[in-house]
């Protein structure tokens, strides 16, 4: 497969999957003021705002064990083409 396509591929199912979360929930806000009690509501708008932290710092820890990663996997190759 082409690396370009792939890129895009994978790009679009990522977006794809942040994305959509974000626009159900604002989707629900009416369903959930018409059913919850404001202080209900409250308590679940606190567990998202959690979930937003936890999110970045997931991410940031992925990447920074992607970049790792790659690193040592390239200082691997070049070390193995020099020898």
Do not use: C, D
């Not at 794809?16 to 919850?36: E, K």
């Not at 040592?72 to 070049?78: A, C």
């Amino acid at each position: 497969m082409n690396p370009l396509k792939k890129l895009f591929k994978q790009t679009a199912i990522y977006g794809l999957a942040t994305v959509l979360p974000r626009m159900l929930s604002f989707l629900l806000v009416p369903v959930y003021t018409a059913v919850m009690a404001p202080g209900l509501y409250g308590e679940v708008s606190i567990i998202f705002a959690w979930f937003a932290i936890f999110n970045v710092l997931l991410a940031y820890g992925m990447e920074t064990a992607f970049f790792g990663f790659i690193t040592v996997r390239t200082t691997r190759k070049k070390w193995f083409r020099r020898h």
